[in-house]
């Protein structure tokens, strides 16, 4: 068993989330040495307990790891665990970041995290909130922001659509599994999400349910994906309250849209005003409070950042055998996948394994159309 796929057990197993794997790993740096261990050690873990305990002394009686892995790559479903390259680091600055994604996209766009905004609001929307979701989604895009948001009916699926509409790509993050869409009236927006180099991510297994208290959980994700939280529409009771109290909890900065002051569909937006929110009536507000100069220590660690990212692109990335045949097949132009199936006639799991394997790895894309094509200035060598 690799680590990974120790996390993406982890994920799988009820009651060991991240908050537990966090006090898990000060024992267990290795993940791999947790499951299975001796009940009376894991049991002398704080928080555990014993039922927790026992879950991950008889982890396979609770998950099937190899079963979850293969339904994800027959559904073109990347698993993004903590220690891979594509899980976003701006992810990894909140306190309980997600032990594994499930991403269906392109997974580039978890990791732009210098210009992520998240837009939320209410299910029950008016002509004004629409309208002015609509202007500030699309203003977003234009700019070259992504935009993150719940995919839930009303004020965030306009803010999809408006994305989607403008160029632009938008990461929805969804409280079920990435096979249980939901509302499933927005099925057709995913993919056109994903065709515009978005993303649908979730970090609930494949097969989980919409259930109510998914919600919550989800939105710490939509806030600690982005550098601030903007709240178009909002009641007192509106659930993307509290998507800005952890934007705050986070550190991230909380905007929200004024409106009349006797519309209780704005009460909620003027409650976070009140509290100290940025007030937004364009998107240029959202750019002016992060366009201060950076410092010149951000400066020179930008510049090291830049230095050694050339410096990977430009070194060979050893290869396994499989996965360097299949680079090696992918070749300098697009191909379908079917077609690298039919030229290596090997078993579809190992092919789809393998290029989960070297997108992780940064020298291929995923396509539209279940094509790939590789990473320009990546370069591969064969192990050994």
């Known amino acids: 068993m690799e680590r990974r796929e120790a996390y993406i057990a982890m994920n799988l197993l009820p009651e060991i989330g991240p908050a537990r794997l966090r006090i898990l790993l000060e024992h267990f740096p290795d993940p791999r040495h947790a499951l299975g261990a001796p009940v009376e050690k894991l049991q002398s873990i704080p928080r555990l307990g014993q039922r927790g305990a026992q879950i991950l002394h008889d982890w396979e009686r609770h998950c099937s790891l190899v079963q979850e892995i293969r339904r994800a790559e027959q559904s073109g479903v990347y698993l993004v665990t903590w220690e891979d390259s594509p899980y976003p680091a701006i992810l990894k600055e909140i306190h309980d970041p997600p032990i594994c994604l499930y991403v269906r996209g392109d997974l580039s766009a978890l990791q732009n995290s210098s210009q992520t905004l998240a837009m939320v609001g209410s299910r029950f929307t008016t002509a004004y909130g629409e309208s002015i979701a609509q202007s500030l989604a699309s203003s977003a895009a234009q700019q070259g922001w992504i935009v993150v948001s719940g995919l839930a009916r009303g004020i965030d699926t306009v803010c999809h659509r408006s994305?989607?509409?403008a160029g632009g790509r938008t990461i929805a993050v969804l409280g079920s599994g990435?096979?249980?869409l939901?509302?499933?009236?927005n099925v057709e927006l995913c993919r056109?999400?994903?065709?515009h180099h978005g993303a649908v991510i979730s970090e609930f297994p494949l097969g989980t349910s919409p259930d109510r208290q998914n919600f919550p959980q989800r939105n710490r994700i939509i806030s600690g994906l982005s550098r601030g939280t903007l709240v178009i529409q909002a009641s007192l009771k509106s659930g993307s309250l509290i998507?800005?109290?952890?934007a705050s909890e986070q550190g991230r900065t909380v905007f929200a849209v004024p409106g009349r002051v006797d519309s209780p569909h704005m009460q909620g937006c003027h409650a976070l005003l009140k509290d100290g929110a940025r007030l937004v009536e364009s998107f240029q507000d959202v750019l002016e409070e992060f366009?201060?100069?950076p410092s010149l220590a951000d400066t020179?660690?930008?510049?090291?950042?830049?230095e050694h990212e050339s410096m990977q692109r430009n070194t060979p990335i050893p290869l396994p055998l499989l996965e360097y045949r299949l680079w090696e097949a992918i070749g300098t132009a697009e191909i379908g996948i079917d077609d690298l199936v039919a030229e290596l006639q090997m078993p579809v799991s190992a092919i789809l394994g393998a290029l989960l394997s070297l997108e992780i790895k940064q020298l291929i894309h995923q396509l539209p159309g279940k094509r790939v094509r590789r990473v320009q200035e990546r370069h591969a060598i064969p192990q050994g």
């Open 300 to 306: 020179r660690r930008r510049r090291e950042e830049s």
């Open 192 to 195: 056109s999400i994903v065709q």
């Open 243 to 246: 998507t800005a109290a952890l």
């Open 291 to 293: 366009s201060m100069l």
């Open 178 to 180: 990435l096979d249980r």
């Open 182 to 185: 939901y509302p499933p009236e």
């Open 163 to 165: 994305v989607v509409a």
